[in-house]
């Protein structure tokens, strides 16, 4: 089964960056597209950059625009998230998940790493 394991996440001050991993593990990783998404305190998950495993399409959700770059790593399956110009409303639990298919949603969600901004 596989399973995605994220890191990278810490304290940093504002205006700081960081590179999240997220790396998947198990049997043959096959998939149509890896995501980002974040959830800050008592707010709801919300999406924050995808990319197309095949041709490295990436998305972005308008606040990070400029700021995060996803990328991946075919031969690791594994993708990346670089965060740079980190504010406190960055502050979250980021997530990468995985989407098998391009009809379907993300159905395989890693544990998740805290990103602390400070002021």
């Known amino acids: 089964q596989v399973q995605l394991v994220e890191s990278g996440g810490g304290l940093v001050q504002a205006g700081g960056s960081l590179r999240l991993s997220c790396a998947a593990s198990?049997?043959?990783?096959?998939?149509?597209?890896m995501g980002w998404f974040r959830q800050a305190p008592g707010k709801e998950r919300e999406f924050v950059a995808s990319?197309?495993?095949?041709?490295?399409?990436?998305t972005y959700a308008d606040p990070v625009k400029g700021r995060f770059t996803i990328s991946r790593d075919n031969a690791k399956n594994t993708v990346y998230l670089q965060i740079n110009s980190l504010n406190p409303e960055d502050t979250a639990v980021y997530y990468c998940?995985?989407?098998?298919?391009?009809?379907?949603?993300?159905?395989?969600w890693g544990q998740g790493t805290q990103v602390t901004v400070s002021s």
């Open positions: 990319i197309t495993w095949s041709g490295g399409s990436a």
């Open positions: 198990g049997r043959t990783f096959s998939v149509y597209a």
């Open positions: 998940a995985a989407r098998p298919t391009s009809l379907g949603g993300y159905r395989l």
